[in-house]
C-alpha cells in the first residue's frame, strides 16, 4: 500500500483535521504538514510546504498558480481549496498537469447570505453612524428625525450572482415582501418560481430600478470592477449597495467617490479589493458598513468547510473522485 502521500494543510483549520484524513486513507497518508498558526504562509515558505506533496488543503489567501505546481512536483494530486471560491487558483494549468480541484460550496451558503442581510440592514438603517453615537456617549434620546435610514418592505432588490449564496439572499427577502431581480447569463427557473417570483434583468436596468443591489457573482476577468464609475451612475442616489462576493468586483476607489458624493445612499461591504487593506477614506466614510470577511464565520460552518476539504482530499488519495470538485 502506497504510504508515501505527504499531505500539506497550509493554514490553522478548525477541528481535528488530520485525524479526520488518517481515519478516511489509514496507511495511504504519510506526513502531514500543518501550519499551526492562524495566517498564511509567505509565499516563499509555502512553495517549500509543497514540495512533494501529494495532496494541498489551501485557503483564498494562497496563491495557486505555475510556480506552486511547478514546486508541488509530479505527487500533486489535489488542491482542496477552503472556501466556496477559487479565484486564486490557475484552474487551467490544474487541468494541464491532471491536478483536480475541490472547494467548500455548501458550507458558506447559508452564513454568507446572513451576512449579506446584515450588511443590507446594517448600511440601509445606518448602523456605523448609530453605534458611533451611543458609544460616544453623546446621544440625546430618540428624536423624530435622528438618522433616518431606508425603508425595505416592500422594495426592489437586485441579485447579482445566481448561484446558491443569491438564491439563499432572494429566499430571505420574502420576509420583507420584496420585489426581486437577477442578473445571471441563462435563465434559472429557481428564482423564477413561486416563491419568489424574481425576474431576469440586464446589469444596466436592474441597476436604474433597484433600491437595494446584492453581489453574489464569482470573480473572474469578466466580473473585475464589474461596479464602477459607470454603473454608480447608473444607481439610484437612495440605493445601497452590498458585496460579499469578491473585493475586486467592485471598483473601491469609484465606491468611496460615490459614496462621498452621496451619488449612492449607502454600502456594506464584507470583501474588499486590496483586502485587508481598505481603498484610501473607504473608513472613514459613515455611510459604509464594514465587516471584517466574516462570511462564512459560524463554528458549525467553518466547521464543515474543514470536514469539506479534508473529504476532497481523503477520495482521491483513495484513487475516487473528490465529492465537491471544480476540475
Known amino acids: 500500500m502506497n504510504t508515501a502521500n505527504r499531505v500539506v494543510i497550509t493554514r490553522l483549520l478548525p477541528g481535528e483535521p488530520e485525524s479526520r484524513l488518517r481515519a478516511a486513507c489509514g496507511e495511504r497518508v504519510g506526513h502531514v504538514f500543518r501550519n499551526e498558526i492562524d495566517v498564511p504562509l509567505e509565499r516563499g515558505a509555502l512553495l517549500d510546504a509543497v514540495r512533494g506533496a501529494s495532496a494541498v488543503v489551501a485557503t483564498p489567501a494562497d496563491r495557486i498558480d505555475a510556480a506552486f505546481f511547478e514546486a508541488a512536483g509530479e505527487p500533486l494530486r489535489i488542491v482542496s481549496v477552503y472556501a466556496v471560491g477559487?479565484?486564486?487558483?490557475?484552474?487551467?494549468?490544474?487541468a494541464r498537469r491532471g491536478v483536480r480541484v475541490g472547494h467548500t460550496p455548501d458550507a458558506v451558503t447559508e452564513p454568507?447570505?446572513?451576512?449579506?442581510?446584515?450588511?443590507?440592514?446594517?448600511?440601509?438603517?445606518?448602523?456605523?453612524?448609530?453605534?458611533?453615537?451611543?458609544?460616544?456617549?453623546?446621544?440625546?434620546g430618540l428624536g423624530v428625525h435622528v438618522l433616518l435610514g431606508r425603508r425595505l418592505v416592500g422594495k426592489t432588490l437586485l441579485i447579482v450572482g445566481a448561484g446558491r449564496i443569491g438564491m439563499a439572499v432572494a429566499r430571505r427577502a420574502l420576509g420583507w415582501q420584496m420585489r426581486v431581480r437577477y442578473?445571471?447569463?441563462?435563465?434559472?427557473?429557481?428564482?423564477e418560481a413561486e416563491p419568489i417570483r424574481?425576474?431576469?434583468?440586464?446589469?444596466?436596468?436592474?441597476?436604474?430600478?433597484?433600491?437595494?443591489?446584492?453581489l453574489h457573482t464569482p470573480l473572474t476577468a469578466e466580473t473585475?470592477?464589474?461596479?464602477?464609475?459607470?454603473?454608480?451612475?447608473q444607481m439610484r442616489p437612495d440605493a445601497v449597495l452590498v458585496n460579499t462576493a469578491r473585493g475586486p468586483v467592485v471598483d473601491e476607489a469609484a465606491l468611496v467617490a460615490a459614496l462621498r458624493a452621496q451619488r449612492i445612499a449607502a454600502a456594506g461591504l464584507d470583501v474588499y479589493e486590496h483586502e485587508p487593506r481598505l481603498q484610501d477614506g473607504l473608513a472613514?466614510?459613515?455611510n459604509a458598513f464594514l465587516l471584517p470577511h466574516l462570511g462564512s464565520a459560524t463554528v458549525d460552518d467553518r466547521l464543515w468547510m474543514?470536514?469539506?476539504?479534508?473529504?476532497?482530499?481523503?477520495?482521491?488519495?483513495?484513487g475516487e473522485p473528490p465529492p465537491h470538485a471544480v476540475v
Open 306 to 318: 474543514m470536514e469539506m476539504a479534508i473529504d476532497n482530499v481523503a477520495a482521491v488519495l483513495r
Open 284 to 286: 472613514e466614510l459613515d
Open 86 to 94: 477559487v479565484d486564486n487558483v490557475d484552474l487551467v494549468e490544474a
Open 112 to 140: 454568507t447570505a446572513d451576512i449579506a442581510w446584515l450588511l443590507l440592514l446594517g448600511a440601509a438603517r445606518r448602523a456605523t453612524e448609530g453605534a458611533h453615537l451611543v458609544r460616544r456617549a453623546d446621544w440625546a
Open 183 to 191: 442578473v445571471a447569463r441563462s435563465h434559472h427557473p429557481e428564482f
Open 224 to 233: 473585475h470592477h464589474l461596479i464602477g464609475e459607470p454603473e454608480f451612475a
Open 198 to 214: 424574481a425576474q431576469r434583468v440586464e446589469l444596466a436596468a436592474g441597476l436604474r430600478e433597484a433600491d437595494f443591489v446584492s
